[in-house]
């Protein structure tokens, strides 16, 4: 009997764990972010190809999602797609022409800078801006 309550309060609390939320990002060069699903609703603000999200939830052909702030809105399925992407989510972030500090800083960003990212090498990321801009970037200054 031991046994069987045992295994029952393990399943319980592994089914209990909420589930990883899925991340999508933004493959439009430009998408509107919207107060609820549907082109009817107001635009909360708009974001840049590559822009990362959590998705709470669909809606029709509508996602509501979460950023790497905790800001909350929605967005249509033709505009997202299954990216590896990060934003910078540092005040100065620096991206260099290799992977590591010794190389030379190519350019810096603030926060909210949406990446695709081509490659990893330990914690650097080498990325690329929607613009053509690329280089790598430390994994902490990012979501």
């Known amino acids: 009997m031991r046994f069987c309550t045992l295994t029952l309060l393990a ?10 939320a899925e991340r999508l990002a933004i493959t439009a060069s430009i998408a509107n972010i919207r107060s609820g699903p549907g082109s009817s609703y107001d635009i909360l603000w708009s974001v840049q190809k590559y822009y990362p999200f959590e998705v709470i939830k669909k809606e029709g052909a509508w996602y509501q999602f979460r950023d790497f702030e905790g800001d ?6 033709s505009l997202a797609g ?5 934003i910078t989510a540092k005040p100065n972030c620096n991206v260099r022409t290799g992977a590591g500090t010794e190389n030379e800083i190519v350019f810096s ?7 695709k990212v081509l490659e990893q090498k330990s914690n650097w990321l080498r990325v690329l801006h ?3 801009d690329q280089g790598w970037i430390h994994d902490s200054l990012v979501w």
């Open 11 to 20: 399943f319980w609390a592994v089914s209990s764990q909420p589930a990883l």
């Open 72 to 77: 909350s809105g929605w967005v249509h399925d």
């Open 82 to 86: 299954k990216l590896q992407t990060v």
């Open 109 to 115: 960003v603030g926060i909210g800078v949406p990446f």
């Open 130 to 132: 929607a613009d053509g």
